[in-house]
């Protein structure tokens, strides 16, 4: 039986819940061994990289898990919708990025919205950073502050264009926490908080699912 060592976390100023699970499949060599075999194309949108589609099994074995592992941190939950959930590795090279993979960013602005990213790479360490707007102090952005912010944001932007992949703290954002990633480890926040991938400069970016930075991302909803 898999052991699940879970921990509990409050970031930043606005003490948003995160939680870390560590152990959290059953048998990331075999999805591992998946990914090798599946067929990964553009993400598009906003995401620096390729994207593939699960094992039919992973939602099945994994959502228990997740239900778990909410508890009550992120407020009531009779069912957890599944948004949208596949493989995912960040290849695309720093000088490559277009102005919005420069900088932290939110996936949706509800609290009742989820994410989850599952770090598959045995090796890589770059895992996930948080993130505090400096001039607004906004940590998370719903919909009544998004206005504000990008109008903000967009101002600063003309005088202080980011460069390559965010990891620390830069003119216009203060790091609030990171966690590394480590084989099999899994977190939660909500998909309103700040974020970005903590990609080194000169982290190796393989489209190799056996070499680059493997992981799952998926986007779920409580209801």
Same mark, same amino acid.
């Not at 870390?20 to 949108?45: C, K, N, T, W, Y």
């Given at each position: 039986?898999?052991?699940?060592?879970?921990? *509990?976390?409050?970031? @930043?100023?606005?003490?948003?819940?995160?939680? =870390?699970?560590? @152990? !959290?499949?059953?048998?990331?060599?075999?999805? *591992?061994?998946?990914?090798?075999?599946?067929?990964?194309?553009?993400? @598009?949108?906003?995401?620096?990289?390729?994207?593939?589609?699960?094992?039919?099994?992973?939602?099945?074995?994994?959502?228990?898990?997740?239900?778990?592992?909410?508890?009550?941190? !992120?407020?009531?939950?009779?069912?957890?919708?599944?948004?949208?959930?596949?493989?995912?590795?960040?290849?695309?090279?720093?000088?490559?990025?277009?102005?919005?993979?420069?900088?932290?960013?939110?996936?949706?602005?509800?609290?009742?919205?989820?994410?989850?990213?599952?770090? +598959?790479?045995?090796?890589?360490?770059?895992?996930?950073?948080? !993130?505090?707007?400096?001039?607004?102090? !906004?940590?998370?952005?719903?919909?009544?502050?998004?206005?504000?912010?990008?109008?903000?944001?967009?101002?600063?932007?003309?005088?202080?264009?980011?460069?390559?992949?965010?990891? @620390?703290?830069?003119?216009?954002?203060?790091?609030?926490?990171?966690?590394?990633?480590?084989?099999?480890?899994?977190?939660?926040?909500?998909?309103?908080? +700040?974020?970005?991938?903590? =990609?080194?400069?000169?982290?190796?970016?393989?489209?190799?699912?056996?070499?680059?930075?493997?992981?799952?991302?998926?986007?779920?909803?409580?209801?």
């Amino acid at each position: 039986m898999t052991t699940h060592n879970i921990t *509990r976390r409050r970031i @930043g100023a606005e003490a948003e819940p995160l939680v =870390i699970i560590d @152990g !959290f499949a059953g048998d990331p060599d075999g999805l *591992r061994a998946a990914a090798a075999e599946a067929a990964f194309v553009s993400a @598009g949108q906003h995401y620096p990289g390729i994207r593939a589609a699960l094992p039919d099994t992973y939602l099945r074995d994994q959502l228990p898990v997740v239900a778990r592992a909410l508890g009550r941190e !992120f407020g009531p939950c009779r069912r957890i919708r599944v948004v949208d959930a596949q493989f995912s590795m960040v290849t695309i090279t720093p000088e490559a990025l277009d102005i919005r993979q420069r900088l932290p960013h939110v996936d949706a602005y509800g609290r009742d919205r989820i994410a989850l990213i599952h770090y +598959l790479s045995p090796t890589i360490r770059d895992g996930t950073a948080f !993130f505090r707007h400096r001039k607004s102090g !906004f940590e998370t952005i719903d919909e009544t502050r998004a206005p504000a912010f990008f109008e903000d944001l967009g101002h600063e932007l003309e005088a202080t264009p980011p460069d390559g992949y965010i990891a @620390g703290d830069t003119a216009l954002f203060e790091r609030t926490a990171l966690v590394d990633a480590a084989y099999n480890r899994a977190l939660l926040y909500r998909s309103y908080v +700040l974020h970005s991938g903590a =990609i080194a400069r000169g982290a190796p970016l393989s489209a190799d699912p056996a070499a680059g930075r493997l992981t799952v991302t998926a986007f779920l909803a409580i209801e």
